[in-house]
T-cell receptor, first 112, second 111 residues
């Protein structure tokens, strides 16, 4: 079946602009996660959605970052007033709770 | 918060040599997962270990979970060029049901 998809695959934006990154999880997966990966580095947890529960936002690095998940499916990660240090690959993953996570291909964000 | 430490950060091996990466936690882990990320790709789940002292094998890959459930290892026998990539361990902790990832071990294979 279809895996996790993300769009756009690449995004170049100017410092100070807002960006929206989209994630389509695997159908039926109630858990959805956003991670950030800087070049050659590990995965930094950002936010977690589970069903209709309030999201766990404990990993968001600043109030410029927000995310929502509509209808328990598609999720959008928004970064306001982007900064150069926001440049990274943003990865989305979905799963059944407590099971292995399936990652999307990521969105490579470059802030110039 | 919980941290998962992974060593080494980089490992260069000749093709055909063995490779091992180690994962350590300061706290007991209920389970540990291993992922592989090919260059330019995204992490792909390899395996989950749950039981103390558990050993699982996938062809040339052997995964171990320590008796105290605070450490784990991944051993690859006779590496091949297809093994190139970054291997991450991950324990519970990134979010309520999420994962805390180690920084990964980059495996570089010289033919």
């Amino acid at each position: 079946g279809a895996g996790v998809s993300q769009s756009p695959s690449n995004k170049v934006t100017e410092k100070g602009k807002d960006v929206e990154l989209r994630c389509d999880p695997i159908s039926g997966h109630t858990a959805l996660y956003w991670y950030r990966q800087s070049l050659g580095q590990g995965l930094e947890f950002l936010i977690y959605f589970q069903g209709n529960s309030a999201p766990d936002k404990s990993g968001l690095p600043s109030d410029r970052f927000s995310a929502e998940r509509t209808g328990g499916s598609v999720s959008t990660l928004t970064i306001q007033r982007t900064q150069q240090e926001d440049s990274a690959v943003y990865l989305c993953a979905s799963s059944h709770p407590l099971y292995e996570q399936y990652f999307g291909p990521g969105t490579r964000l470059t802030v110039t | 918060g919980q941290q998962v430490m992974q060593i080494p950060q980089y490992q260069h091996v000749q093709e055909g040599e063995d490779f091992t990466t180690y994962c350590n936690s300061s706290t007991t882990l209920s389970n540990i997962q291993w992922y592989k990320q090919r260059p330019g790709g995204h992490p792909v789940f390899l395996i989950q270990l749950v039981k103390s002292g558990e050993v699982k094998k996938q062809k040339r890959l052997t995964f171990q979970f320590g008796e105290a459930k605070k450490n784990s290892s991944l051993h690859i026998t006779a590496t091949q060029t297809t093994d190139v990539g970054t291997y991450f361990c991950a324990g519970p902790g990134g979010g309520a049901d999420g994962l805390t990832f180690g920084k990964g071990t980059h495996l570089i294979i010289q033919p």
